[in-house]
């Protein structure tokens, strides 16, 4: 009969340290793998936003809704073209997992709350408030419809702590402790959101979608009249 032979402590210490050290090289791969399914399920979210946007500006002469003005913003106005118009799962990029009203302060990763009318709504995803037909911010900066010179350049719908926001060619970078201080400031903070590796993704006015650095947020179109030296613009990420 065979005498089984045991570890010893020290091929026992071996073995815990081989698996500690696959496990840290694992690990970085494993977050990276679950970064980018996070990054394709929001480029999933915005190309069904892309879908309904377009329907309806197929119904109103490739015009856009008004955006705050009298209710008609997007919460309320493109609920017909869901399937379902009680699910809000295409609200919120899955990067954005922190509820507002829950953590009380702006991050990469929070979600907006908007009172609606129709109860209130939450989110994690902003328009371009000059792609709405209300002129709150100037007549002559506005698109207001879908057929326009260079609208593959023109930012419709992406990642935001707002609902909307009106960026102007002045508006600088948030500041930097750590993460994007995102809750306070020029309209440009409201989507320089740091949701997908130093980038977010974006939905055009031509209904495409791709992902944009934080420092090309500068470079796009946001109205009419944009026009700016990106070479200022110091975005830490």
Partial sequence: MCKRKAFTLIELLMVIAIIALLLSILMPALQRVKRQARAAACMTNLKQWALILSMHTDEHNGRFHKGLAGGHHRTVVLRPYFSDPNDTRLFCCPSATKHIDDVGQWGNDTAWVFDSGMGRDHGSYGTNGFVETNTRQGEHKHWKSRDVRGAAEIPLFLASNRLDGWPEAWDEPPSWDG????????????????????????????????????????????????????SSINVPV
């Fill in 179 to 230: 993460q994007f201080n995102t809750g306070q400031g020029d309209n440009i903070r409201r989507f320089c959101m740091d949701r997908h590796t130093g980038s977010v993704n974006c939905l055009f006015l031509d209904f495409s979608v791709s992902k944009v650095g934080l420092k090309g947020l500068w470079k796009l179109r946001w109205h009419r009249e944009w026009t700016r030296d990106i």
